[in-house]
């Protein structure tokens, strides 16, 4: 069997041929990542900045703690003071999602049951952000991201 000659003609396709794989998955990902991007998290990054020492301090004063558990289709916030009492808030809205993407995310109706601000939310297994926004009765905004894994 005689083999074929290796042309300038082959290089080149080759050349041509490899570089565009490598631009064409380029673009998919670039663009996978901008289409599944969140967005802003603040329009002005300095005019937040100028507030968050005075907001930090503030949100720390309340001395709350939250955790966030999952089970039989139920969420639930538990947010309590500094000696460990249930809080209850002038307002609650959160978001429930994956870090990665907002395919996923949900905006749960959260009641107080006494204890506890439960939802129903059915959640597939895996890593959860809750990112909820309270207000204190005195008015302070109290924000924070909790991190839920269910299984």
């Not at 949100?59 to 939250?66: I, K, M, R």
């Not at 990112?131 to 839920?148: C, H, K, N, P, S």
């Amino acid at each position: 069997m005689e083999g074929r000659q290796l042309t300038g003609r082959h290089v080149f396709l080759i050349f041509v041929g490899a570089f565009g794989i490598i631009i064409g998955v380029n673009l998919v990902l670039a663009y996978s990542a901008v289409s599944t991007f969140p967005g802003l998290e603040v329009r002005n990054s300095y005019v937040a900045s100028q507030q968050f020492d005075a907001r930090k301090a503030a949100q720390e004063a309340l001395g709350w703690e939250v955790r966030a558990t999952h089970g039989g289709g139920v969420l639930r916030l538990a947010i309590t003071d500094a000696e460990g009492r249930p809080v209850r808030v002038a307002a609650l809205d959160a978001t429930v999602g994956r870090a990665t993407h907002i395919a996923d995310d949900q905006r749960p109706e959260f009641r107080f049951d006494g204890q506890d601000y439960v939802a129903a939310v059915t959640l597939a297994p895996g890593n959860w952000n809750v990112r909820m926004e309270a207000r204190a009765e005195d008015g302070t905004e109290f924000r924070q991201r909790v991190v839920l894994v269910t299984e």
